[in-house]
């Protein structure tokens, strides 16, 4: 048998979890394992325990002496801090809904909206605030599938409401304001006006499809979807590359064949299912 062969004999052997390992790659694997399992606790905890002293440094001084239980221990409170904030934050929460607490509210926002850069920052926050704590909004509610940066690539994304305005006025389709994910970083991406029917609604949650994002692909949420439909596909790029290319070349306007949109193609494959 010549070395190629056995070269290649050995790399398929290695496809089988079955073989006989040697001590080294054994050592290996145990320590893998040791740091898949705490690794995310351990940052877990880490991160958790910033937090927390982060808001216990500047929330445990402002308690007065006499109120502070650990001016009585021998020992600190971790979380002391937390739990102040969050009844406090509860106890403005009710103050803010009875009649004096809303004209406080009133008095302040016309201050802040007289100063010239405030006012702008302040309406900012306040409206992001509004549409992401909302109990009945809809911002990143949904996964979708978009053909980003170009046709035949595609990228998960999260709804994150209605376009309206002056952008769905001069645009032809109905879009959709989707928010496009950066990896590992989430927090960072790009705003997109996409046409509903080229969105492609996910079954995996917001939590899971998040995960895929910050591990680059490397966490794979399972299909949970029916049979029949994982085994047909709904979209393809290649019909849609082509009338890209050819709207490049002559400048001319094509329509998509009815039926053949990704959402088209999605609704059938369910209604089929269904039967």
Not at 21 to 29: A, D, L
Not at 69 to 98: D, R, W
Not at 202 to 211: C, G, H, N, P, R
Not at 239 to 246: A, G, R, S, V
Request: aromatic fraction near 10%; charged fraction near 20%; charge should be positive.
């Amino acid at each position: 048998m010549s070395p190629l062969n056995e070269s290649n004999n050995k790399n398929e052997d290695s496809l089988f979890p079955g073989q006989r390992r040697s001590f080294g790659k054994r050592i290996r694997g145990y320590f893998l394992a040791g740091i898949l399992v705490t690794a995310p606790i351990a940052i877990t905890l880490y991160l958790s325990w910033i937090l927390i002293t982060f808001v216990d440094n500047r929330i445990t001084p402002l308690i007065p002496a006499k109120y502070n239980p650990e001016t009585y221990l021998p020992f600190g409170l971790p979380g002391l801090g937390v739990i102040v904030l969050f009844i406090g934050l509860i106890i403005v929460g009710a103050l803010t809904a009875g009649f004096f607490g809303r004209m406080w509210i009133r008095f302040t926002e016309q201050l802040l909206s007289r100063m010239p850069v405030i006012r702008n920052v302040y309406s900012a926050v306040t409206q992001i605030l509004e549409t992401i704590l909302a109990q009945q909004s809809n911002a990143f509610r949904e996964a979708v599938l978009v053909e980003y940066p170009r046709r035949g690539i595609w990228a998960i994304a999260f709804i994150t409401g209605r376009t309206e305005g002056e952008v769905q006025n001069i645009t032809e389709e109905e879009c959709i304001n989707i928010f496009l994910p950066t990896t590992p970083n989430p927090t960072s991406g790009f705003l997109l006006f996409v046409p509903k029917k080229d969105l492609i609604p996910l079954s995996m949650t917001v939590e899971q499809a998040i995960k895929m994002v910050i591990s680059g692909g490397i966490v794979t949420p399972p299909d949970t979807r029916p049979h029949e439909e994982k085994v047909k596909p709904v979209v393809s790029a290649s019909t849609y590359e082509n009338i890209e290319l050819l709207r490049e070349k002559e400048g001319l306007r094509f329509l998509v064949p009815e039926g053949s949109r990704p959402s088209e193609q999605l609704s059938k494959t369910k209604g089929k299912a269904k039967k």
